[in-house]
Each structure stands twice: as C-alpha cells, then as structure tokens.
DNA sequence: GTAGCTCATGAGGTTTTCCTATGAGTGCGC
DNA sequence: GCGCACTCATAGGAAAACCTCATGAGCTAC
C-alpha cells in the first residue's frame, strides 16, 4: 500500500490549520474524506500522524515533522510544475538555435525583435555556423532549429521554406550596367569579379552556376567578409557577386544591384527541425514568428 | 485537472527505460494504464512529453527536462517516507526525557543499554531536572517522557508506576544501630542526621515524615550533592537518611543501611506522559525499557 | 442539561483507474 | 515482397478507490 500527493497535501492542510474540518474545507472535500486520507497515509507510513480526541486532534512529533518535509516537497513540486506550465504558454523557455551567419546579420534580429515582443519570457540562443554544421547541429539535437540552405530531402530533418537569397551584380557607382535591368551571367563572366573566398557556399553557388552556363568564371578579388568585399566593389575593382540580403548592400549608399538571370544562383533559405521530433513550446512560437 | 505520485512515476520510468512498455512492466502496470498516465500528464501540464512513433517514443526536451526534476523530488520524497518508516519500526528516532538525577545516576544507565541492545538506532536525549521542572517539560511538551514523582491526579499527566524509592537510614561503620533490623522515626530523630539540603525534594519528605510523628527533625549536616552526604557518614558524623537506590550507597563499603519504617519516607517514582498524547515509537520503546 | 463543537462511522453512488483484447503503423528478416 | 515482431493507441467492461451525505459519539461551555 502505498501513499499519495492527496494523502500527503491531507497531512499538510490537517497540521496546518489544525484541524480536519478546515483542512477539509482549504481542500474541497468533505470532513470524513480527509479523515479517510489521514488514516490511509498514516497505515501507509506506520505511523500516527495525529492525536485525536473529542474536541480535536493535535499532530504527534512525527506528524509535525512529516509535513514539514512534505510541505517543502510540495513546494519543490509546485514550482516545477509551475514552470513546465508557464513554457508550455510561452511565458518563459529557451530555444537553441544555430544559423547561418548570413542570415544571423540579416533577417534574424528583426525576428528576435517580434518574436521578444509577443513572448517576452522566451530566451533564444542563437549559434551561428556555416550550412553544414547548420545541420549537424539540428539532427544531433544540440539546436532544437536550424536556418540554413536546402538541402535536398533529408530523411532526418524537415524543411520549411523561408525566403531566397540570390546572388545579386553589385556595380561599382557609375558603372555602365546600371543602365540595364539585369546583368547576364556572360556579361559577368567578361567583367572583374569580386567574390567571397572559395571555401564559401556563396562561392560555390556562383562557380556552379558559371560552369553550367559553360562559362569560366574570373575572380578579380576574393573577400572573406562581406564588409571587405562591398568595400572593394565601393572602390570600383570590380563587380560584386554578393547575396541580396546582405545587409551591408543596404547600408551602402551609391551601389546598385541588379539580378542576375540565373536560377542556379538562388539559394532556398530554409528552417530545418529533427524528422519526428515536436517543438517546445518556445521554439514553435519561434518557428511561428520565422515562418509568419 | 491535477497531477498525481502515480503520474509522476510513470513518466521518470518512461523517460528512464525509453519505452512505454518496459517502464508498465517496471511499476507492474499494464503498458496501455502507462499511456493512459503518460498522457493525463501532458494534458494536466500542457505540455507535450514523449513524441510518439510505431517504433517507439523519445522523450522531448520538456519531458526530458521534467523526468529529472521529478526524479529529484521523487527522491527526496522517498527519503522522508523511509526515515518516518523507520522511525516507526523503532530503528531510529530521537526521545527526549527529562529526569531526576537520582534516577539519571541510578536507574537510567542500565535502562539505556538495554534499550540500546534492543534498538540500536534510537537516541535519547536526556535532560536532569528536579521533580517539578520534569513535570513542567512534560507538560509543555519539551520533553515526550519524564521520570519525577507521583504528584497525585493532575489533568494534563499520565503516570506509569517505575518502582518505589524510600529513605533509609545509612549508619557509620559500627554504628550500634546496625544490630537493628530497621531503624524507627523517633531513634533517628535522637540522632545526629546528615540529610540533604533543605531545597531538596527529599528533605521535604523527610520534614513530612518527622512531622507528621510529631517529632522535629535534627539535622547535624546538610549537604547537596549525594557523594558529599555519603562522606560525612561514613566519616561517623551522623546517620544518612538517603535514597535507597543511590549508586553512591551501593558503592560505598563498609556502609549498612537499615529501613525506616515510615510509609512517608517513601516515594513513587513514576514514568510521566502527557495525556492523550500518543508516543513516539522511539519514545514507546524507551517507555517498554523502564515499565517492563 | 443542552447546544455546539470536534472527529468517526457507515451506506450508497460516482468517478477514476485498470486490464484484456485488439488495432495500427513501422522495421526487419527471409 | 511479405509476413513477423515490435512499438504504442484504442475501446469496452470490470474493479477499485474515492467522495458525499447522514449520523453517531465524545467533549466543552453556557
């Protein structure tokens, strides 16, 4: 025979108040209920929690350090379970995600800000790491999100279209392109290019892209950081190649951009979860305000 | 809705053994009364635990998180109910006694060990009082068990008889007297007396004896502590009228008592508890040692 | 002495809980 | 490619636990 939380809240209720009936009354149940609970608690533990007598009862010294105890490990319960409760309405919880740096300087913060505005509780922590590791983090479950590239079907991860980046032809102020609408790949191939260093995914898209146009692509520049790379095409060393969404294209006045006609050159962005595995609570009202 | 032990239990087992199966099969429930469970708590919570699949069920983070705080609680919870069992089973626990010190130096050691060898786990914590400050203690609940004197009906106090300690007359060595078989009143009132100090508990007896014989009592020395009266008599200054069941008599050679025979001179040494106040099992075993 | 308080008891009914049997989805081995 | 084995989910009926209402019994106080 074992005992119980109701049992265990009986012997509190009854040693506080002092009484049966008012613990009854505090527990919304009937008199003779609550006796009932004191007793089976009391046969359960072996011991008599309580003296009893015709104008009352008063807690024996071990009923008096029982609930003690006990009342400190309702109060462990009760705010344990008042945690779970507030995730589980987004009033608080953490979500792990990891992010391309691109889209971590660009489209995050402005995601982190709506999404602090409708759940001030929730705490985001955000890993940044190129598309690979993007997903490694997500299917090895250390990020509860990922946003990184599509990656074609993934029998472990799920893909949710975000947006899509493509590479854009950032012209030096003044060039002659900016007449045109959009820049074609060959008149990119012809012109000085400023590219992000090879071992960049931005890189590759664009040599993918070149090659399937049978065209070779020439490299008058290669930058690891955007920043650099905007500034070489800011000091007209050639044009850029570079993702519309960057938001160092925005803040830098007098470059155009113009698209580039080619469907290699786009980039699926993408929020990537585990195949299977269901959200927090604070990461579906993250997942909401990305997708939204 | 509310969460129960059961509950609870069910979802560290689950998140323990990983499957819905084996953790029934640990709390020797059927799996389907664990899925039942499982999802009682997640609407109780709000919050979703284990992703189900046909091949199983992984935990969520939440759920995950949840079965450790539990596990905790669980814990803690277990320790108490298994302290208050033992307790119970007299195989620990604390009895706080309050005492005369004649008994404490006379009776109480050999009671201790005895309850000693027959439950080794329990404490005592005794504390020496004269007899109306045992009563007092007792009373006021600082104390679970006294030993003092019979003090007549009191409302509060149950009595349990101990035995029976009288007054004796302790001759010198060689003291005619000990050709006597006991010694009356009004011999010893012709006599030099060494007694115990007037504040004492015994020389009021002592007092009512000789009084109600219609005799004055003649004190040649008052001493304090029992040791120091046992000295001036077998230093031939005078006839001890002490406690019969002092430890400094048995020890002391070369001293004879003899009875005195005075019902007055005698006092019941009782076992004190308050009424209606059940004992603790560690208190209840104590009170076997001495009544049995 | 009676009214008012306490907790205990007993009967009856309701709710909860559980178990057995079965279904349904998935992976594995032949 | 097809069952077989394993997982958890579902459903219906039975058992157990629980609660409430009504009442009893012992004590206190007026």
């Keep these: 025979m074992s005992y119980s939380l109701r049992q265990i809240r009986a012997l509190t209720a009854a040693v ?5 009936g008012r613990a009854a009354l505090r527990l919304h149940v009937s008199q003779p209920a609550l006796t009932l609970q004191i007793r089976a608690l009391e046969e ?3 011991v008599t929690l309580f003296d009893r007598s015709a104008r009352g009862v008063r807690p024996t010294p071990a009923g008096q350090a029982l609930a003690a105890s006990f009342q400190r490990i309702l109060d462990d319960l009760e705010t344990v379970v008042a945690g779970a409760r507030e995730q589980a309405q987004r009033r608080s919880g953490v979500v792990h995600l990891a992010v391309l740096p691109s889209v971590a300087a660009n489209l995050l913060p402005g995601a982190l800000a709506r999404l602090r505005a409708a759940h001030p509780g929730i705490r985001v922590m955000v890993r940044d790491a190129v598309a690979r590791r993007v997903a490694a983090l997500v299917k090895a479950g250390e990020a ?3 946003i990184g590239h599509a990656a074609g079907p993934e029998p472990e ?7 899509e980046d493509s590479l854009v032809a950032v012209l030096p102020p003044g060039h002659p392109f900016a007449a045109l609408k959009e820049v074609g790949l060959p008149a990119l191939a012809a012109a000085p290019l400023v590219l992000t260093d090879p ?7 664009a040599e993918h892209a070149f090659a399937a146009a049978g065209l070779a692509i020439r490299p ?3 930058a690891t950081y955007m920043s650099t790379a905007v500034a070489l095409v800011r000091a007209g060393l050639g044009i850029g190649l ?3 969404t960057a938001v160092e294209l925005r803040v830098a006045p007098l470059l155009e951009t113009r698209p580039v006609p080619s469907p290699l050159l ?3 962005i993408v929020l990537l979860r585990r195949r299977g595995a269901s959200l927090s609570p604070a990461a579906e009202a993250l997942a909401e305000v990305l997708e939204g």
Tied chains: 1, 2.
């Design 220 to 222: 008058a520049y290669e």
């Design 44 to 46: 359960s533990l072996g």
């Design 144 to 146: 509860e999100l990922g």
């Design 242 to 244: 570079l993702p519309a």
């Design 266 to 268: 786009r980039r699926r």
């Design 157 to 163: 991860l799920e893909e949710t279209p975000l947006f």
């Design 16 to 20: 506080e108040t002092g009484s049966f």
């Design 199 to 205: 071992e960049s995914s931005l890189r590759t898209l």
